[in-house]
């Protein structure tokens, strides 16, 4: 049984850096590309970066770049976003998901087999 487990979520004032994790299991998490989106209320859920299954390439939504760094550790199972310079619009359920097509480098939902079930990160000014 495949899961991803996110936390380290929180409340922050504007300005301010939170540390999401990711633990992965039930997966050969070697071999996936990894992502993380965001959800805010009345909101689609979006994009907001990326990590190719060998950690050589990274993606980032525009709204974030220079701010969120994604990484990950093979040996944890564990992928990992920094998120500094926090905005209010940041604020959102942000999730984690798993990518089986290492071809790819996905910024779609639909893109992504498994899903974590979410963490709050709420950002106030």
């Known amino acids: 049984q495949v899961q991803l487990v996110e936390s380290g979520g929180g409340s922050v004032q504007a300005g301010g850096s939170l540390r999401l994790s990711c633990a992965a299991s039930?997966?050969?998490?070697?071999?996936?590309?990894m992502g993380w989106f965001r959800q805010a209320p009345g909101k689609e859920r979006a994009f907001v970066a990326a990590?190719?299954?060998?950690?050589?390439?990274?993606y980032y939504a525009d709204s974030v770049k220079g701010r969120f760094t994604i990484s990950r550790d093979s040996a944890k199972k564990t992928v990992y976003q920094q998120m500094n310079s926090l905005k209010p619009e940041d604020t959102a359920v942000y999730y984690c998901?798993?990518?089986?097509?290492?071809?790819?480098?996905?910024?779609?939902?639909?893109?992504?087999?498994?899903w974590g079930q979410g963490t709050q990160v709420t950002v106030s000014s």
């Open positions: 998901a798993a990518d089986r097509t290492q071809s790819r480098l996905g910024y779609q939902v639909g893109e992504y087999d498994y």
């Open positions: 039930g997966l050969p998490f070697s071999s996936y590309n």
């Open positions: 990590i190719r299954w060998n950690g050589y390439t990274t």
